[in-house]
T-cell receptor, first 109, second 116 residues
């Protein structure tokens, strides 16, 4: 089955700086890569996703890049704000989602 | 949390008791899923259902059971056979479970189960 590794497990950034989270996957059949944001005590919310026929996607301050050859994808958050503090999960899917272990992002004011 | 509701938000259970977690969606989605989340870990798939009256085991199905009698409902029973049931349980749904892989899932708010 699919194995998704996510790094780092924790990330502390100064407000206004950028944050980058990286994930690798093992199954070359995976073709859909969503990113979820989870706030404390709540369910994950989809923030951005990318399909395997696209190399990069951007939505305001967040962007995702995908390198199919290397089987890795990354989340980039620019101009971080305190409300960006949360746990972020990457996932990869061929027909079921497999999740990374999560990255706890803390934005320092 | 979209159109997915989970109840209760907090649940306490004594050892040896079965307990059922509710999940309802009004998104008209065919596929539904149950995940377990432990501190510092990602989401692990317990069971999933592609259509009514059909469901498959996920990666950690032992000690759990489900039913899918209605499209909008997918209850999860945590049985006494589950050795370490204390966790945060998340229900999700998607339009369908396509082999093409596009599988945007929407999550409910979760149920925190604690075994006393």
């Amino acid at each position: 089955g699919e194995n998704v590794e996510q790094h780092p497990s924790t990330l502390s950034v100064q407000e206004g700086d950028s944050a980058v989270i990286k994930c690798t996957y093992s199954d070359s059949a995976s073709n859909y890569f969503p990113w979820y944001k989870q706030e404390l005590g709540k369910g994950p919310q989809l923030i951005i996703d990318i399909r395997s026929n696209v190399g990069e996607k951007k939505d305001q301050r967040i962007a995702v890049t995908l390198n199919k050859t290397a089987k890795h994808f990354s989340l980039h958050i620019t101009e971080t704000q305190p409300e960006d503090s949360a746990v972020y999960f990457c996932a990869a899917s061929d027909y079921k989602l497999s999740f990374g272990a999560g990255t706890t992002v803390t934005v320092r004011a | 949390d979209g159109g997915i509701t989970q109840s209760p938000k907090y649940l306490f259970r004594k050892e040896g008791q079965n307990v059922t977690l509710s999940c309802e969606q009004n998104l008209n989605h065919d596929a539904m899923y149950w995940y377990r989340q432990d501190p510092g870990q990602g989401l692990r798939l317990i069971y999933y259902s592609q259509i009514v009256n059909d469901f498959q085991k996920g990666d950690i199905a032992e000690g759990y059971s489900v039913s899918r009698e209605k499209k909008e409902s997918f209850p999860l029973t945590v049985t006494s056979a589950q050795k370490n049931p204390t966790a945060f349980y998340l229900c999700a749904s998607s339009i369908d479970l396509q082999t093409s892989g596009y599988n945007e899932q929407f999550f409910g708010p979760g149920t925190r189960l604690t075994v006393l």
